[in-house]
């Protein structure tokens, strides 16, 4: 209970702050970031379920972008929730599905192609052996 109200209060003071555009439009990809660096401390932390939280409170608010959606999946992994392995499957087929082909959609494929426990180490940058081809 305690994460999941962490990730309300994180994401209506992320709403609060909300950066824009030069034409005033509201920047998504700043909150992203933000969202992202948020997870990511939580992360860190060890508390996987803190960061499941915001990253599925943004993605619920319509706002999800592949690297919210790898960030939620390694989450899920980590947190080892009831389903987590098919939940973490279903947010990586969501990036498979997106139009945009970045690094996220890359590591999304190669977790689906083979073991999805794999994304638990996967991050942006892969090197040696794990490298995203």
């Not at 998504?28 to 948020?38: F, H, Y």
């Not at 638990?120 to 940058?125: F, P, T, V």
């Amino acid at each position: 209970y305690a994460s999941a109200q962490v990730a309300k209060n994180t994401a209506e003071s992320v709403n609060k702050k909300t950066r824009f555009n030069i034409r005033g439009i509201p920047d998504p990809l700043s909150e992203e970031v933000s969202i992202a660096k948020q997870g990511e401390m939580l992360e860190k932390s060890g508390d996987w379920k803190g960061a499941l939280a915001i990253y599925t409170n943004f993605i619920e608010n319509k706002k999800g972008s592949n690297r919210v959606l790898f960030s939620q999946a390694r989450a899920l992994m980590r947190s080892r929730e009831k389903n987590s392995e098919q939940l973490a499957k279903k947010s990586l087929e969501k990036i498979l599905s997106s139009s945009s082909e970045d690094v996220w959609k890359a590591l999304a494929r190669k977790a689906l192609e083979g073991d999805v426990k794999w994304i638990i180490q996967a991050k942006e940058g892969e090197t040696n052996e794990n490298r995203v081809q």
